[in-house]
């Protein structure tokens, strides 16, 4: 079992530095899961940079969150479907070259349906970018991990069962695979899906904590959370 931790990336003098990386790795931890749109804004010797630093605190790159940024949009009007993909494809490659096996697709601002615009148009976008993402992870062996963001953050997409739907309705590569996860805030209640997909690892706050109790026990990366994001 390993055990990462979500965090950002600062500015330290102009290079890019883990927030709270010794304490990360103080408390434990083997990787820290750092926002992709971050990920996408520094240079090729930042990055560079910010490899050799994981490489000195003993952490490693595994899962990565926050894949758009809010000023890409996912859903609504006039959206570019050549740059959402665009974009990810580009992600992607940068993943697979720090060895990040899993990006996060939470994005709420990006993906939130605009007011006045179908939520049922703004469903089959979404869609229509997942099978596009699907088909463009696949061959560099990094998966999406589609988030059910809760209704405080966003309005399409928001517990286990409609996040199994979409993803249902997604044309992936038969390689391919989809993990569910759900973030949840200290007033929203655990929602668990009684519905089972074959190609679905589903993962809950609860599930983490029950593997917390029992280190013997052996499963997938999972995630826990320094802060709020």
Known sequence: MQYGCCTKVLENRGEPAVYRGSLIKACGYTYAELPMY??????????RT????????????????????????????????????????????????????????????SRTVPAGFSKAAAREQLAEALTGMSKLCAPLGVDVAFEACNIYINNLIVNLDEALELCRDVT?????????????????????????ASNTSIMSISEIRRARRSPSRRSSTRTCPLYNR
């Open 38 to 47: 971050r990920l996408m804004e520094l240079s090729d010797s930042q990055i």
């Open 50 to 109: 910010l490899r050799d630093e994981m490489k000195e605190l003993g952490l490693s790159f595994e899962s990565s969150n926050c894949f758009y940024p809010a000023s890409m949009r996912l859903t609504g009007a006039g959206i570019d479907m050549g740059a959402i993909l665009d974009y990810a494809a580009r992600a992607f490659e940068l993943a697979a070259s720090l060895g990040i096996r899993a990006i996060v697709l939470g994005s709420p601002v």
């Open 172 to 196: 992936a590569p038969a390689s391919g695979w989809w993990r569910i996860i759900i973030t949840l805030l200290s007033q929203t209640k655990i929602q668990r899906s009684s519905k089972r």
